[in-house]
Structures are given as structure tokens and as C-alpha cells.
């Protein structure tokens, strides 16, 4: 099974083609700090041949859901090394994957302020899972030039932080409508200025992201997760393959690990002008960069998206959460087990580290 076979990813040896995906897991509750629970359930996850940590704020300002981990004080970095310790002690590799939320976001978990986004344009039709309950979205503030610089500014220190609490790299979160998607979209980007308007202005703030995390640490250390067809808080695109076609493009001619590309999840609806052919196919085959494929992959349909030659990692998210030592399950063909959703987001150490092992 090529899923179990070695993989270097630059100067890091992954010891298989599994990656833990990107997982928000809501259990930090004291200043964003990571908890020893968070060290033990990363660690219990650490026969991935790669981890990609659950997203991590650059800033306040970045902050849209409570009891979500940060990566900008001092005393953040000095937690997260407890985590960073424990993989490296078990033979893992962990990547920290770095976030703002933009308008996915609400006040009443922001100290009042107003989440900000290239423009001042609301979700519609979904509501924000909030400290106090699940509200409607805000209006939020148009963020300014000078908001912008200081974001990237923001990015390329949360990076250095990574690296400072262990991470062995960082992914920028650019997909699920999150700040850099916002950004790209034609639905949450109304702007005027150098980063709207067209597709190369609308890309514009992902690129400059990406250029800041490589000149703070190295593009062998940095990846970005990407999600095109993904309609997920409004994004919406006039045409998701000439945005995403251009975006792949400008980061072919930048030196760093890889990209994350996440297929649409099954259970959204299509927007009916998207294409509907196989997004690694259609977007994957752009990648020059180590290419991660993602979403809903079997061991089956992950090991037979390698064997197509596209993809050179599978990343499995609600199966590794559920499964901590899916590889060797994968290796025996041994059955899974049922990934919980009620305790997916928030609580304690039920359904977070108490899934069991195979015996
Ligand atoms: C509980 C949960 C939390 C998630 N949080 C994040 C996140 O913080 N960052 C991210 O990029 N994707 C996040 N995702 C998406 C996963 O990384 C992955 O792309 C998605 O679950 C599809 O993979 P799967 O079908 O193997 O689960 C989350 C998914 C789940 C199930």
C-alpha cells in the first residue's frame, strides 16, 4: 500500500503518506493557551506520517470561535512546546496551521470589536457557533491598508512563534472562507483598491501572506491549505478555475513545502455554475509543490489517488479523529472507529482522547 510508504517532504522524512488533517477541536479554554489534554491527543495521533494542527489564531484580532488556541503571546508559545515535545518524542512531525477568521466571526467573542474582512459584507443564511449560543452573523469592518499590513505582519510572527514552541512548519489556512479566502472570493471581496476588483488583485493578499511565511522561516517549513469549490460562509466565486488556476500558478513560482487541497465536501451543495469533475484532476494537476488531497478518502480511494500519480499525501480528518492509530488500522485492514459529532467542537476528554486503540 503506497499510504504506508515513506515520503520526503524537503528536508523531513515523513515515515508514511498519512496526514492528519486540520482540526478545530474547540478544548482551549484559558487565554488560548494548549492544554496537557491537547499534548496527549496529538500525541496519541503521532504515527501520521505528517500533522496538521488544528487552526491556530495569528492574533486577537484574528479570533472568530471560543476556545480556539493562539499563537501570539508569550506564554501561548511556551504552551504549545508541551505538545510540540510529546509528537516529537513519539516519532511525529507537526506542522501548526495559522488563522484568522475575517467575518466568520462574532463580537461576543472578540471583546465587543467587530470582526473585520476585505469588506463589509455579512453571512447570510448560516449562523456563528458563539460562547453565548448560536447567533447571526455581523456586518463586519472593511479592513483598511494599514489593517492589511499589519495582518500579514501578523502571520509571518505567528510563524516565527511556531517554529519558537517546535513546530516543525506552518500551513496558512486559506481555505473554508477564512480570511485569505474572503479575500480571493468575488462574494465577501468588494473592494476598490490593489487587492479587489480583479483576479490578480484578489489573490494578491493570499500571495503576500505566503511570501511573508517563507522570509520568516523558510519555505521548506511552510504549506497552504486551499479549498476551490468549497462553498463553505458564503464563498462564492464567478469562476473558481480561472481564480484558482491563477492562484496555483503565482505559487508555482515560490519555494516552499506543499499544498492542501481540499475537495468540496460531499454533504454541500454544488454551486450550479462550478464544474463537477474531480478537483485533483482539475486543480491538483497545477500543483508543483508536494500536493496533500483531501476529504473523504477511504483507505481504498486514498490509496488509489496515489496510485494515480497527482497526490503525493492523503490527508483523513473525521477518520483520524476518531481513529489515533489509523496507519496501523489501515496496515491490518482492521475495522474504524465512528467519529462522534457531538463532541467534535468543545468539552473535555470524551470523544477527544479516549477513542480507542486497536488492542
Ligand atoms: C471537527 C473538525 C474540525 C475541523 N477544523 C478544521 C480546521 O481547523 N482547519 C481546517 O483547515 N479544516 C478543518 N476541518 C476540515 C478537515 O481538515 C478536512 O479537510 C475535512 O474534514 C475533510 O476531510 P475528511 O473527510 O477526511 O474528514 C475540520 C473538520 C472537522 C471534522
Redesign the pocket.
Given at each position: 500500500m503506497q499510504l504506508l510508504t515513506s515520503y520526503k517532504l524537503g528536508s523531513i522524512e515523513l515515515k508514511n503518506r498519512m496526514v492528519m488533517?486540520?482540526?478545530?477541536?474547540s478544548r482551549s479554554f484559558s487565554k488560548g493557551l494548549a492544554t496537557d489534554l491537547m499534548a496527549e491527543y496529538y500525541a496519541q495521533r503521532a504515527s501520521a506520517g505528517l500533522i496538521?494542527s488544528?487552526?491556530i489564531n495569528i492574533s486577537a484580532d484574528a479570533i472568530g470561535s471560543p476556545f480556539t488556541p493562539g499563537l501570539y503571546t508569550a506564554e501561548q508559545v511556551e504552551s504549545w512546546k508541551k505538545v510540540t515535545d510529546t509528537v516529537h518524542k513519539k516519532g511525529g512531525v507537526i506542522f501548526a496551521?495559522l488563522?484568522h477568521t475575517g467575518r466568520v466571526a462574532h463580537s461576543v467573542d472578540r471583546n465587543g470589536v467587530l470582526p473585520v474582512a476585505p469588506s463589509a459584507v455579512k453571512i447570510e443564511g448560516m449562523q456563528h457557533f458563539t460562547s453565548q449560543g448560536v447567533k447571526d452573523y455581523e456586518t463586519p469592518r472593511e479592513m483598511s491598508i494599514a489593517d492589511i499590513r499589519q495582518t500579514i505582519a501578523d502571520y509571518a510572527q505567528a510563524a516565527k512563534n511556531a517554529i519558537a514552541a517546535g513546530f516543525d512548519g506552518v500551513?496558512l489556512?486559506a481555505?473554508?472562507g477564512y480570511l485569505p479566502q474572503q479575500f480571493l472570493s468575488d462574494s465577501a471581496n468588494l473592494r476598490t483598491d490593489e487587492y479587489g476588483g480583479s483576479i490578480e488583485n484578489k489573490a494578491r493578499f493570499t500571495l503576500e501572506v505566503m511570501h511573508a511565511l517563507i522570509d520568516a522561516v523558510g519555505g521548506d517549513k511552510v504549506g497552504i491549505?486551499i479549498?476551490p469549490l468549497h462553498p463553505y460562509a458564503g464563498i462564492a466565486f464567478d469562476d473558481p478555475t480561472a481564480t484558482y488556476t491563477y492562484l496555483i500558478n503565482e505559487l508555482n513560482k515560490l519555494n516552499f513545502a506543499f499544498v492542501?487541497l481540499?475537495?468540496r465536501?460531499p454533504t454541500f451543495p454544488l454551486l450550479p455554475h462550478y464544474p463537477v469533475d474531480d478537483e485533483i484532476e482539475r486543480f491538483g494537476k497545477l500543483v508543483k509543490q508536494t500536493l496533500i488531497a483531501?476529504?473523504?478518502?477511504t483507505r481504498d480511494t486514498g490509496d488509489a489517488e496515489l496510485e494515480k500519480g497527482i497526490a503525493d499525501l492523503i490527508?483523513?480528518?473525521?477518520?483520524?479523529?476518531a481513529n489515533p492509530d489509523l496507519p496501523r488500522r489501515f496496515e491490518l485492514g482492521a475495522e474504524l472507529n465512528t467519529?462522534d459529532r457531538a463532541t467534535?467542537?468543545g468539552g473535555g476528554e470524551h470523544g477527544y482522547i479516549d477513542y480507542p486503540f486497536l488492542k
Amino acid at each position: 500500500m503506497q499510504l504506508l510508504t515513506s515520503y520526503k517532504l524537503g528536508s523531513i522524512e515523513l515515515k508514511n503518506r498519512m496526514v492528519m488533517a486540520p482540526m478545530t477541536r474547540s478544548r482551549s479554554f484559558s487565554k488560548g493557551l494548549a492544554t496537557d489534554l491537547m499534548a496527549e491527543y496529538y500525541a496519541q495521533r503521532a504515527s501520521a506520517g505528517l500533522i496538521l494542527s488544528e487552526a491556530i489564531n495569528i492574533s486577537a484580532d484574528a479570533i472568530g470561535s471560543p476556545f480556539t488556541p493562539g499563537l501570539y503571546t508569550a506564554e501561548q508559545v511556551e504552551s504549545w512546546k508541551k505538545v510540540t515535545d510529546t509528537v516529537h518524542k513519539k516519532g511525529g512531525v507537526i506542522f501548526a496551521q495559522l488563522w484568522h477568521t475575517g467575518r466568520v466571526a462574532h463580537s461576543v467573542d472578540r471583546n465587543g470589536v467587530l470582526p473585520v474582512a476585505p469588506s463589509a459584507v455579512k453571512i447570510e443564511g448560516m449562523q456563528h457557533f458563539t460562547s453565548q449560543g448560536v447567533k447571526d452573523y455581523e456586518t463586519p469592518r472593511e479592513m483598511s491598508i494599514a489593517d492589511i499590513r499589519q495582518t500579514i505582519a501578523d502571520y509571518a510572527q505567528a510563524a516565527k512563534n511556531a517554529i519558537a514552541a517546535g513546530f516543525d512548519g506552518v500551513e496558512l489556512h486559506a481555505a473554508n472562507g477564512y480570511l485569505p479566502q474572503q479575500f480571493l472570493s468575488d462574494s465577501a471581496n468588494l473592494r476598490t483598491d490593489e487587492y479587489g476588483g480583479s483576479i490578480e488583485n484578489k489573490a494578491r493578499f493570499t500571495l503576500e501572506v505566503m511570501h511573508a511565511l517563507i522570509d520568516a522561516v523558510g519555505g521548506d517549513k511552510v504549506g497552504i491549505k486551499i479549498s476551490p469549490l468549497h462553498p463553505y460562509a458564503g464563498i462564492a466565486f464567478d469562476d473558481p478555475t480561472a481564480t484558482y488556476t491563477y492562484l496555483i500558478n503565482e505559487l508555482n513560482k515560490l519555494n516552499f513545502a506543499f499544498v492542501e487541497l481540499m475537495k468540496r465536501a460531499p454533504t454541500f451543495p454544488l454551486l450550479p455554475h462550478y464544474p463537477v469533475d474531480d478537483e485533483i484532476e482539475r486543480f491538483g494537476k497545477l500543483v508543483k509543490q508536494t500536493l496533500i488531497a483531501g476529504t473523504a478518502y477511504t483507505r481504498d480511494t486514498g490509496d488509489a489517488e496515489l496510485e494515480k500519480g497527482i497526490a503525493d499525501l492523503i490527508a483523513y480528518g473525521a477518520a483520524f479523529l476518531a481513529n489515533p492509530d489509523l496507519p496501523r488500522r489501515f496496515e491490518l485492514g482492521a475495522e474504524l472507529n465512528t467519529p462522534d459529532r457531538a463532541t467534535m467542537f468543545g468539552g473535555g476528554e470524551h470523544g477527544y482522547i479516549d477513542y480507542p486503540f486497536l488492542k
